[in-house]
């Protein structure tokens, strides 16, 4: 570990050379940035998955479960509906969310007054974003420029081009909520869908794979060898869906979509087991990704920025310069400032530092709620500040000032 590195600062002579050098830069290319179009894109994707996702609940899964147990079925469809309306109102709360500039440019009083941890530049001066439509806006601690939405986010954690919107303080619990429903969801869906389509795969593939038709179109060709494996046995399961409605189960004309049993073998409803299982996959991996992160106090942003401060770190030896300084350059107050003067020194701290981790149950409890069911409402957002700091995380980082002075 480097030493800390800490500076007596004169903090008004440089501020203006700063200032000079942040001057107003040229707007973002935001039409250049792929996840701007991604976010255009992928909305009206989801929309389409969800409304056929939906088709197939109401026509298929729900008669089935209700098929069984009458009274189980009405529970599953309201459980279902439930969490299918709080996953998109999540959702809208995300996307919906604003992405006009910050209204307020200037610091808060303690920090124009330099009584707490800030953010600043090599004078001590608060850092302010001058990109895009920032004009001069005050960045806290984790505050960053998101250069697909064109704006400043307290509290940046990432950008989803999911949902074409910044998970920031404000959004952050509710993309919580809907990675949380979306999980509810697509597991209420694929428990009846998931067993049944696996019966109608090893059907069709029983009845086709070892056909002569199969042979000649398929597994003698030396394209069928393009891609390899994966390759090979899903063009293999492709053709034999479509022979097997040509050949054994008569035309797909005499099975109706809406009304065929859930293990009806159909490509269509096969692909969508197929990425509801994806997606299930990747909604449970990002609520366990989320709650860590939050019991730790700790965002993305910061966990991607530790991960390149290592790297540094191991490169300084080799002598590779990295191309920036992972980590975050603070004003750390003296402790006496009750005399009015601007006392303190700069720090630079590693990305990771703990200066908002407030103790595991105090963290979740500021991220999701004080209580179990305001967890589960997208609309109560978390609570964030970028100036209080954790008074032993101060106390540290003033030892190390001490150390270094
Ligand atoms: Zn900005
Ligand atoms: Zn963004």
Sequence with gaps: MRPAEAHD???????????????????TARHKRPNVWLGKAIPLILLVFVWKGWELVLHRIIPHVAARNRRRGVVYAVTMHVALGMTLLSYATVYLHSRAP????????????????????????PIRCYRDQCAGAWQGVRTRHCRDCGTCRPVFDHHCAFMDNCVDAETHKAFF??????????????????????????????????????????????????????????????????????????????????????????LSTLAITASASLILLIAISMIVVVTRNAAKGLSTVQVERARSYRLQVKREPLGIKSRYDARLQLWIPAIDTHDGKASGDILRVEPDFPLFDYGRAENMRRAFGNTWWKWLLPWLPGEYSDTEIRPSALAALRQRVVKAS
């Design 9 to 27: 600062v004169s903090i008004r002579s440089s501020s203006a050379q700063i200032r000079a050098n942040l001057s107003p830069r040229q707007p």
């Design 102 to 125: 910050p209204a307020k440019k200037e610091p808060p009083k303690e920090v124009l007054e330099r009584r707490v941890i800030f953010a600043c530049d090599d004078a001590g001066e």
């Design 177 to 266: 909520c809907f990675v949380l429903y979306a999980a509810v969801v697509l597991g209420l869906g694929l428990a009846p869908l998931l067993p049944a389509q696996l019966h109608a795969l090893r059907l069709v593939t029983a009845a086709t794979w070892s056909t002569e038709a199969l042979s000649i179109s398929w597994w003698s060709r030396w394209y069928s060898w393009l891609g390899g494996p994966i390759w090979r046995y899903a063009g293999a399961v492709l053709l034999g869906y479509r022979q097997f409605h040509l050949s054994v189960a008569g035309s797909t004309s005499t099975v109706d979509s809406k009304t065929a049993r859930l293990s009806e073998p159909k």
